[in-house]
């Protein structure tokens, strides 16, 4: 089952759903001297999909993409690339959502790519709460 962000989600869910935040700005002293070109900072805030796929092994890999969520899926259930999951064909679609800006997606796929399989696979079926245990610090 495939669960993205345009699907309706009751006012629990979206009371307790996992807010993606973004890395806040450097401070202007810090920031790089390149300044970007209106061309790039337009493709810079175009959006893309942060998605989920499960291996032949079971294994997940988590990746984000700017093209059509078919066509990644078929680039990597044909191998296009070799990488993660060239080896662990074919693969199935089991997560997606969209984000306004490719930044926040990237972000989102650097949270999610730390977590453990077990907080991963919470967070997509919606189990917030397990989510939220899984949060916690152990000491």
Known sequence: MVRSASSRVSNHEAEHRVAWQTLPSPHPEERHPFVASRRMRA?????????????????????????????????????????????RRPVQLIFSEWFDHVTDAIAAERKLKGWSRVKKLAFIRGDFTKLQTLAKRRS
Request: hydrophobic fraction near 30%.
């Open 43 to 87: 493709r810079m805030s175009d959006g893309a999909y942060l998605y989920v796929v499960k291996c032949s092994d079971e294994s997940l890999y988590v990746g984000t993409t700017r093209t059509s969520l078919e066509a990644r899926i078929a680039q990597h259930n044909a191998g296009t690339f070799a990488g993660y999951t060239h080896s």
